[in-house]
């Protein structure tokens, strides 16, 4: 049983520039979390994505967006890339049962912008 | 809103020796706690949750946490710490419905003397 997979594992950009993760949910999960952790801190809440939709949002400019598929793997887009957008950006897949269930999270993609 | 703090930012204890992690949350209604733990490199990984029922939760690599609401925390302890649980511990607090309002602390980083 496969658990939540991301891609690319590191990834190096420059500023203005733009970038996609990849993120393959966990066997039987519906729902996809994506977080940045920056260093030092703890993970903060971007978005949450269920049905294809953007189902809840944290504190994060436009610049964040992002998309899921009909197989429930998702993506995340940065435009506009800002040195403070280097952190380890990470996945986490869920079931969607209307009630707190258990997040698993991904390695992470860890984003460099110089 | 809800918050997490973790109060030690850092600890050292001596292998084979007793470890308690603090964390202390804020929350409106009744929380649903978890602690996860990351390795250098690595994603979270769930260590234990807190849902309701008994408020001494077991969890994997030995670990457990008492849920005090009193107190309003859930520290998590381990009887007889192990060199490989060196790591970054982080406590999270987040409500009934759905993932999407899941806030993290900082972190405490436990280093492990031999």
């Known amino acids: 049983d496969a658990g939540v997979t991301q891609s690319p594992t590191h990834l190096i950009k420059t500023r203005g520039q733009q970038v996609t993760l990849r993120c393959s949910p966990k066997s039987g999960h519906d729902t996809v979390s994506w977080y940045q952790q920056a260093l030092g801190q703890g993970p903060q809440f971007i978005f949450q994505y269920y049905e294809e939709e953007e189902r809840q949002r944290g504190n994060f400019p436009d610049r964040f967006s992002g998309h899921q598929f009909p197989n429930y793997s998702s993506e995340l887009n940065v435009n506009a890339l800002l040195l403070g957008d280097s952190a380890l950006y990470l996945c986490?897949?869920?079931?969607?049962?209307?009630?707190?269930?258990?997040?698993?999270f991904g390695p992470g993609t860890r984003l460099l912008v110089l | 809103a809800q918050s997490v703090t973790q109060p030690d930012i850092h600890i050292t204890v001596s292998e084979g020796a007793s470890l308690e992690l603090r964390c202390n949350y804020s929350?409106?209604?009744?929380?649903?706690l978890f602690w996860y733990v990351q390795s250098p490199g690595q994603g979270l990984q769930l260590l234990l949750k807190y849902f309701s029922g008994d408020t001494l939760v077991q969890g994997i690599k030995g670990f457990e946490a008492e849920f005090k609401r009193s107190q309003s925390s859930f520290n998590l302890r381990k009887p007889s710490v192990h060199w490989s649980d060196a790591a970054e511990y982080f406590c999270a607090v987040g409500g009934p419905y759905n993932n999407n309002d899941m806030r993290f602390g900082a972190g405490t980083r436990l280093t492990v003397k031999p």
């Open positions: 986490a897949s869920s079931l969607a049962t209307g009630y707190q269930e258990t997040q698993y």
């Open positions: 929350y409106g209604a009744t929380p649903y």
